[in-house]
């Protein structure tokens, strides 16, 4: 009898395992992210980790960045959020303040990960409220992208003030063939914008952008364009990738981005391209810290399952496969000691500009700003539509809302 009942058991386990295996009673996560590399390892981590965790199936979906986080709080309003996604810091007070995010700090102390983390990763990314929402993915710092061989050939260092940022730029500049400096005025280009008017004395605080002080740093950066003219015409609505098309095609001597282009930069210009830290207009310089993470969202039926796989996006070699595709640098620890992605010159203008990195502020009113705000208004101030104390108002506007 007991051997029977023996075989009946395995037989029972054995077709639960073959059910799992077909995908029949598969618990499913669906994971958002964005990935402009059409070299994608997605497919592969998907298959790693499913072959490890076969009662679990990804939905992996790459959302266009354009519109990224327009779907994402869409489908959080429409109760059709993902299990888990890629998420910005800029992004997290709105998605707290929604109740959209899970916390995962027991998560992430009970993981055997935690270890391998690179250290202040985490205190970046806590939440407004003290809570930990974010698991780090990826990050990098952004710093100033230069023609080595044009500024030699012009008799030309790279510049470490704004002053010399201008000289160089207005000697660069050969209309309408190249420009000196490529700027982003389309959405995600403020943190280009933050070089130099942060830097220059505007402060994201009550009343910090709005000052004599402030609006003349904008104004020297909308100058560039309309005095100055030492930005491309099409600066107003550029892009990411417009600003690398023309800074890889020689359209553009000098432009600001992270490590996460340079190896698509390489490929254009071999060692006609090397980087140095942002110029300092002011007392100090100022550069984004650009983060990635990953978040389970509250609406999910899934959360241990997407707190699985999120977790082994952020584990050693996952997570150097994972950047191979972004371009960006390994939050682990075992994954930093051995990195081959990035050229030294690149690393180095990284690390250098790790002192002066900063983040936006933790409020609800940054995703507004970045989406919205910013790229309207350095648009319209860009064209003349607006005055530059006119585009600091309405920014100030925004912050004194909240």
Request: aromatic share 10%; proline share 5%.
């Amino acid at each position: 009898m007991k051997r029977l009942v023996k075989k009946f058991l395995t037989a029972c386990s054995l077709a639960a395992g073959l059910a799992v295996a077909g995908g029949a009673q598969a618990e499913t996560v669906r994971f958002w992210y964005h990935f402009d590399n059409p070299d994608n390892p997605m497919s592969k981590l998907v298959e790693k980790f499913q072959a490890k965790n076969p009662g679990i199936k990804i939905e992996a979906e790459n959302i266009p960045w354009n519109s990224y986080y327009d779907n994402l709080y869409t489908s959080i309003v429409g109760g059709n959020a993902p299990d888990a996604a890629m998420v910005k810091l800029f992004a997290q007070p709105r998605l707290v303040e929604m109740g959209a995010l899970e916390p995962v700090g027991k998560q992430i102390d009970a993981w055997p990960g935690k270890a391998d983390l690179l250290d202040n990763l985490l205190e970046l990314n806590k939440g407004p409220n003290g809570q930990q929402y974010y698991l780090p993915i990826q990050y990098v710092v952004l710093y100033l992208y230069y023609r080595p061989d044009l500024f030699k050939a012009a008799g030309l260092e790279p510049p470490k003030t704004c002053d010399d940022f201008l000289t160089a730029a207005k000697a660069l500049t050969k209309a309408p063939d190249i420009y000196g400096f490529g700027f982003r005025g389309g959405k995600g280009g403020w943190d280009q914008w933050g070089t130099f008017v942060l830097s220059g004395g505007a402060k994201f605080e009550k009343g910090g952008l709005t000052t004599s002080q402030a609006i003349k740093a904008n104004q020297w950066l909308i100058d560039l364009y309309r005095v100055q003219k030492v930005f491309p015409p099409s600066a107003p609505n550029d892009g990411f990738q417009e600003i690398l098309g023309a800074f890889k095609s020689g359209k553009t001597a000098m432009t600001i981005h992270h490590i996460g282009s340079s190896a698509d930069i390489v490929k254009a210009l071999g060692d006609k391209v090397s980087a140095a830290p942002v110029p300092r207009c002011g007392d100090r310089a100022w550069t984004s810290y650009g983060d990635e993470s990953l978040a389970i969202f509250s609406s999910s039926k899934a959360k241990d399952a997407a707190w699985k796989w999120i977790s082994f996006l952020a584990e050693g070699e996952n997570n150097v496969l994972f950047n191979q595709a972004t371009g960006q640098l390994t939050v682990t620890k075992s994954g930093s000691k051995d990195w081959k992605l990035h050229e030294q010159r690149f690393v180095d203008a990284t690390v250098a500009s790790l002192p002066f990195a900063a983040v936006l502020p933790q409020t609800s009113a940054t995703a507004d700003f970045v989406n919205t705000v910013w790229p309207t208004s350095m648009q319209r101030a860009l064209t003349g539509q607006i005055t530059s104390e006119q585009m600091m108002k309405e920014i100030e506007a925004l912050l004194a809302s909240q």
